[in-house]
C-alpha cells in the first residue's frame, strides 16, 4: 500500500491511491481548480486556425487556471475529425506549462474508438481523459451499458479518466448508482457534472467521498453552490471569457469568504447563462472576440449568432458589469 502523503511534480500536486492498483495509476492527480474548456478557432475555410489558439493560449497562461480541457463540447469537438482532435490536443501540449494540467476530450459513441482515441490523446500529452457517455442509442444507456463501457475505457487507459455528464447535450445523466460504482475503479478519477442539480452534485460527493473522488462543476452559474457542498473546482464556459473572475471566485470560495462570493456569483448567471444554455457556442466566441480573445465563426453547420441573438449577449454581460 503507498504510504498517505502528497507530493509535487512539474508544480502539479499528487496523491497517491487509496489501495494497490497499476503502475499506470500510481498517482492521482489533484484536480482542484478552474479549467476553461476552451474554444477551437477556425479560418475563414473552416481549417483550425492553430496560430489564434496559439494566441490564446498564451493569454490564459497570464490566469491562475488549474488547467484547460481541450475537445470538450466548447470545442465543437463532434465537428472535427479524430485526427484534428488529436492534433489539437498536441499543439496546446506543446504550449502548455508542465505545470498545468491538460484533460482532452476521448469520448466516441462506441467503447472500442473510445478506447483508442483515448490512448491517442495520451500519447498526444494529456494529463487525463474527460469521456462523455455515448447517447445516440440513449434508449439503451442504462447503468449496466455505462458501466460497462467506461470500465473498459478506464481498464485501458494509459492516463486517468474523468467522467463527463452533460445531459444538455446528450440527453441523460449518468445514473448517480453508476457513478458510485466507478468511482471504485483505481483509474477513474472524477466526474464533471454540467447538469446542474445540486443535490445530485451533493449526494455524488457523498457517496464516493471513501473514494477520494472528485467532483468539478460544469458550469459557472452554480459554482459556488457546487463548492457548498463538495465540490473541488469547475469546467466553466465562461472562463473562456472571465477567466480571472472564475479564479477569483473559487479563491472566494475555498477561503470561506461567502458573501464576498455571493456579489460575484450572482453577476456570473446571466452571462454564463447566455454563451451555454440560451446561444451556446457561437455566443461564447462572440463573447471572446469582445474580451481580446480569438474565437471567431464555428465550424458548419453552426451559425453565427443573429443580430437580435447578439443584442441579448450584449445585455446579459453589460447588465452585469462586465462590458
Known amino acids: 500500500m503507498l504510504c498517505a502523503r502528497v507530493w509535487t511534480r512539474c508544480g502539479v500536486r499528487y496523491r497517491p491511491w487509496r489501495r494497490n492498483v497499476s503502475h499506470k495509476a500510481a498517482a492521482r492527480l489533484d484536480l482542484s481548480g ?16 492553430y496560430q489564434r489558439l496559439e494566441e490564446n493560449l498564451q493569454k490564459y497562461d497570464k490566469i491562475p487556471f488549474k488547467g484547460l480541457v481541450v475537445q470538450g463540447s466548447n470545442g ?24 498545468k494540467l491538460l484533460l482532452a476530450g476521448s469520448g466516441c459513441e462506441s467503447t472500442r474508438a473510445t478506447v483508442q482515441l483515448t490512448a491517442k490523446m495520451a500519447a498526444a500529452g494529456a494529463d487525463a481523459v474527460l ?21 473498459k475505457v478506464a481498464d485501458s487507459s494509459p492516463v486517468p479518466v474523468v467522467l463527463y455528464s452533460v445531459p444538455a447535450n446528450t440527453g441523460l445523466d449518468l445514473p448517480v448508482d453508476a457513478v458510485v460504482q466507478l468511482s471504485q475503479h483505481p483509474n477513474i ?12 452534485i451533493g449526494l455524488i460527493v457523498h457517496k464516493t467521498k471513501a473514494q477520494d473522488f472528485q467532483v468539478l462543476a460544469g458550469s459557472a452559474g452554480f459554482l459556488m453552490a457546487a463548492y457548498c457542498v463538495g465540490a473541488v473546482g469547475g469546467v466553466c464556459a465562461l472562463a473562456n471569457v472571465l477567466g480571472q473572475e472564475l479564479c477569483e471566485l473559487e479563491r472566494l470560495c475555498r477561503s470561506g469568504r461567502w458573501e464576498e462570493a455571493k456579489v460575484l456569483q450572482q453577476r456570473l448567471i446571466e452571462p454564463n ?12 466566441k462572440q463573447a471572446m472576440e ?33 462590458l
Request: hydrophobic residues 35%; contains cysteine.
Open 131 to 151: 469521456v462523455v457517455n455515448p447517447c445516440f442509442y440513449k434508449g439503451k444507456m442504462d447503468s449496466r451499458a455505462l458501466i460497462h463501457h467506461f470500465t
Open 76 to 99: 465543437e469537438y463532434p465537428y472535427l475529425t479524430e485526427e484534428e482532435r488529436v492534433e489539437v490536443v498536441a499543439a496546446v501540449r506543446r504550449s502548455l506549462p508542465l505545470g
Open 273 to 284: 447563462a447566455a454563451v451555454t444554455r440560451k446561444l451556446g457556442v457561437p455566443a461564447l
Open 189 to 200: 478519477l472524477g466526474l464533471k457534472d454540467s447538469g446542474g442539480d445540486i443535490t445530485r
Open 34 to 49: 478552474i479549467y476553461p474548456p476552451i474554444a477551437t478557432p477556425f479560418t475563414a475555410k473552416e481549417d483550425v486556425d
Open 290 to 322: 469582445w474580451f481580446g480573445y480569438h474565437g471567431g465563426a464555428c465550424r458548419s453547420p453552426l451559425q453565427p449568432l443573429t443580430e437580435a441573438e447578439t443584442q441579448l449577449l450584449r445585455r446579459d454581460f453589460s447588465t452585469n458589469g462586465w
